[in-house]
């Protein structure tokens, strides 16, 4: 197999992407941005995924009229579009919540800004979860390659549709009819409403961790809070690992170590603490050892950190399991 080179010439003339702002490509939101996305469609339909087309101005609600309303190819539904080249804010996303509900067959809702703010990002995850609606959130900028025309970079923040599956699939029906499946749905609704996805899948791997690993997990359930342990048992005595709540935190829980040997002895929970005080961003004082110190679970999106922490209760499994 041959392998080609480029010359040093074709080196030399490779241009470099620059960003263009905004305002010098379109100066105007309504009057050119607008009218430009209008004809070009076929770039906002790419970056979403699915074909948007007949997009027209004219539709108005009371007061307020809408950027554009188009028409997605598939389903035959309205899409709502809200233009903003500038950072997202409270005023437009409350424009885009009443366009939603004010023109008729309309399901999705597409917000372009310049810059997204997590409040807002947060904001349009907790809509996709919590109406019958599709919210899509992108990001525009503009680039060039030298003294080319500029072009339009369309980045999609949220996925509507992407964001209802996730939702779904850890919602969904998938164990039996029982107690524990209730509140194991009732603990990712709410992880899910207070943290978003990102700690979701991290609880998941703790979650799938103490059923491999633990003989069984309870379940809490309460109108604040939910949470989850894994639980072992020996010599008729049941012993809780840890606890991880709907906060998006894991709590180690020393207080009721300390009254169920081995951990009753003081060195054995200072070994435990020491262990976990080895995992990066764990930083547990001495006095924890009597208390129920917690940390935010999203430092086990580092797979190493997570196997630690799997290897460290793993060891104390095995130092319950040995007493005769």
Same mark, same amino acid.
């Given at each position: ?7 040093? #010439?074709? $080196? ?17 939101? *309504?009057?050119? =941005? ?12 790419? *970056? ?6 007949? /997009? ?7 007061? =307020? ?11 035959? %539904?309205?899409? @709502? ?41 947060? *904001? ?9 609606? %599709? ?22 923040? +949220? ?6 599956? $996730? %939702? ?13 499946? %209730? !509140? ?16 979701? $899948?991290?609880a998941q791997?703790?979650?799938?961790? #103490? ?16 949470? =989850?342990?894994?639980?072992? !048992? ?15 935190? +894991?709590?180690?829980?020393? !207080? ?8 009753? /002895?003081?060195?054995? !929970? ?12 764990v930083e547990l004082s ?17 797979? /190493? ?6 290897? $460290?209760?793993?060891?104390? @499994? ?7």
């Amino acid at each position: 197999m041959s392998t080609e080179f480029l010359s040093d #010439s074709s $080196i030399s003339n490779i241009g470099r992407l620059q960003s263009v702002p905004l305002r010098q490509v379109w100066k105007h939101e *309504a009057h050119d =941005f607008t009218p430009w996305l209008q004809e070009n469609l076929d770039v906002l339909s790419e *970056a979403v995924g699915f074909s948007i087309f007949d /997009a027209r101005r004219e539709c108005s609600t009371g007061s =307020f009229s809408v950027d554009l309303v188009a028409r997605e190819e598939t389903s035959d %539904y309205l899409v @709502v579009i809200e233009n903003q080249l500038c950072p997202s804010d409270h005023d437009h996303l409350g424009k885009l919540i009443t366009y939603l509900t004010a023109v008729e067959e309309a399901l999705t809702a597409i917000w372009i800004v310049s810059h997204a703010r997590e409040e807002h990002v947060e *904001a349009v995850k907790w809509l996709n979860r919590s109406t019958q609606n %599709y919210f899509y959130l992108l990001q525009i900028e503009a680039v060039r390659i030298g003294n080319s025309e500029p072009a339009p970079i369309l980045k999609v923040l +949220i996925d509507g549709e992407q964001e209802k599956q $996730i %939702y779904q699939e850890l919602t969904e029906d998938a164990w039996e009819d029982d107690e524990d499946h %209730y !509140r194991r749905k009732a603990f990712f609704e709410m992880l899910l409403g207070r943290k978003g996805k990102h700690h979701c $899948i991290l609880a998941q791997k703790l979650l799938d961790w #103490s059923e491999t690993s633990a003989d069984w997990v309870w379940w809490g359930k309460g109108e604040k809070r939910c949470s =989850f342990i894994p639980m072992i !048992r020996h010599n008729d005595i049941s012993h809780q690992l840890f606890v991880v709540w709907t906060s998006g935190r +894991i709590e180690f829980c020393f !207080r009721w170590y300390k009254s169920k040997f081995p951990f009753n /002895a003081e060195e054995k !929970r200072l070994a435990l603490l020491h262990k976990l005080n080895q995992i990066p961003s764990v930083e547990l004082s001495e006095d924890a050892i009597t208390g129920a110190p917690s940390v935010d679970i999203g430092i086990f999106e580092d797979e /190493a950190c997570l196997n630690q922490l799997a290897e $460290i209760f793993s060891w104390f @499994v095995q130092e319950v399991r040995q007493i005769e």
